[in-house]
């Protein structure tokens, strides 16, 4: 009985690891790599960073406002060069492709490596941080605004079925 409940386990954990373990084939994998070099993918750790950067800075200096210029210098720093070492070690990449290529076939990518080559890719891939970033903040502000209708119809709704919230 032992030996059954061991060989079960181990078959269980084997395909565990199989299933974790998500091989992408090599000519997918280097077309994906183009493709995250041209668009700019791993542009996202500066953008991750400058937003880290913020947080963590409005946060000190709401606790603290009298706090030295320095402590703002050594956060920018720091996080700037955590981000971009561990970037650069190429981890980050080897995650992102495998989600890639659940999403993309080869020929996909090869299609869309002829786009981001054209005039309009190039330029889709220049503007593409601005949009979002002006998406995001329109959808922040459009968010904020909801807020306090959202807020009247849930208490008015929660008042009619009878429930109170304090």
């Not at 299609?111 to 080559?117: D, N, R, T």
């Not at 909801?146 to 304090?166: F, H, K, M, Y």
Request: hydrophobic share 45%; charged share 20%.
């Amino acid at each position: 009985m032992k030996r059954v409940l061991v060989l079960l386990l181990c078959v269980g954990l084997s395909h565990n690891v199989k299933a974790q373990v998500d091989p992408v084939d090599p000519g997918l994998r280097a077309a994906i790599a183009e493709l995250i070099d041209i668009t700019g993918v791993l542009e996202i750790g500066e953008q991750f960073s400058d937003l880290i950067i913020l947080q963590m800075s409005d946060s000190l200096r709401q606790q603290q406002p009298d706090r030295p210029e320095i402590t703002f210098e050594i956060i920018r720093e720091e996080v700037n060069a955590t981000i971009s070492g561990e970037i650069e070690t190429g981890k980050f990449e080897a995650q992102i492709i495998p989600i890639y290529a659940k999403y993309f076939t080869f020929e996909e990518v090869l299609q869309l490596l002829a786009f981001y080559q054209t005039p309009l890719g190039r330029k889709t891939v220049e503007i593409m941080p601005l949009l979002s970033q002006e998406s995001m903040q329109v959808g922040q502000a459009w968010g904020i605004g909801l807020g306090p209708i959202i807020g009247q119809r849930v208490s008015i709704r929660l008042a009619d079925a009878g429930i109170t919230i304090e």
